[in-house]
């Protein structure tokens, strides 16, 4: 276990680097001279010549990626000069919100699709299940800012139950203040992940159900009841850990459509403001952020799939 921890850390230490590697060298490809984007259009080309030279900007790329990559291993993200602000202190800030509106979108997710799936693969090619079919690929195929749309729509403009921006306070408690306009954010973000994990769901206990011991389980005459919870329910739910661990990074790229959509101001609108803005710090510290994640839902799910069944082992 201890030495296939040392090797997934090195590796997501090696796989950390070259995105972060990629994302740079692609950012300046794009915009070379990144004193135009700060300065403005009006600036003259010594300005802007100045102002590269100033903060590094006319090195070698290799020499400013290298920069770079000591100043993330201490911490520091960089600097938006556009918002005159440390990008680490921007993602501090705007993360609290972000991370909330996920966690809450996963929990609910989790404890509707877990029983949502079971529910199918008992019933399978009932009506019921057919239904639900239809249903959750309707869902999974909606990209999910239309779907905020579409509430926005319906329960903002139309019943006017909710704002459809939210507060713009800074801060996770701000916005908790007005918790009733974070309801279709919330909603929309769930949605979606309860079609996603309950196909997912409604498979891993078909599997499971065609399986010997289920059906010895049955020929001894165990009750039904006992049958789901004792023997289906635990086994068919192994593979939804994984799926979840995996999912962790498609929450923030979730969380940038629907904070645009409902102008919720966090890590999602940051991204979208700093990409029209052609913030390149703010840029890439999102981009690394996304990549930690995927690198620690990856490892996480990993041990996680291995406490929940002692049959596996990691090597």
Not at 30 to 53: C, D, F, K, M, S
Not at 260 to 285: H, K, P, R, T
Request: aromatic residues 8%; positive net charge.
């Amino acid at each position: 276990m201890t030495g296939y921890l040392i090797r997934r850390l090195a590796t997501a230490v090696i796989v950390l680097i070259g995105i972060v590697l990629v994302t740079f060298a692609l950012l300046h490809i794009i915009a070379p001279t990144p004193g135009r984007a700060a300065l403005g259009l009006r600036a003259t080309p010594e300005q802007v010549t100045a102002y590269n030279h100033q903060h590094g900007f006319d090195r070698p790329i290799i020499l400013q990626f290298v920069t770079y990559l000591n100043q993330v291993i201490h911490g520091n993200l960089g600097f938006s000069f556009k918002l005159n602000q440390s990008v680490t202190d921007l993602v501090l800030e705007k993360a609290p919100l972000s991370a909330f509106l996920s966690g809450v979108a996963v929990v609910l997710a989790i404890g509707i699709a877990i029983p949502l799936g079971i529910y199918q693969a008992v019933k399978r090619n009932s009506v019921g299940d057919n239904v639900l079919t239809g249903i959750s690929f309707t869902l999974y195929s909606m990209p999910v800012f239309l779907l905020g749309l579409i509430l926005i729509d319906i329960f903002a403009l139309r019943l006017g139950w909710v704002d459809p921006n939210v507060s713009q306070d800074q801060t996770l408690g701000g916005a908790l203040k007005h918790g009733k306009d974070l309801i279709l954010p919330i909603v929309s973000l769930t949605a979606v992940s309860v079609a996603n994990y309950s196909r997912y769901q409604r498979s891993s206990a078909l599997d499971v159900m065609a399986q010997d011991y289920i059906k010895l389980a049955r020929a001894k005459g165990l009750p039904e009841r006992l049958v789901l919870m004792r023997h289906l329910v635990r086994n068919a739910c192994l593979p939804m850990v994984t799926l979840i661990g995996l999912s962790i990074p498609v929450l923030l790229a979730g969380n940038l459509l629907i904070e645009g959509a409902f102008n919720i101001n966090g890590l999602g609108l940051l991204f979208f403001n700093s990409l029209q803005n052609e913030d390149y710090s703010v840029l890439i510290g999102y981009t690394l952020v996304g990549a930690i994640l995927t690198v620690l839902g990856n490892l996480i799910a990993d041990i996680a799939l291995t406490v929940a069944d002692p049959r596996i082992r990691l090597v």
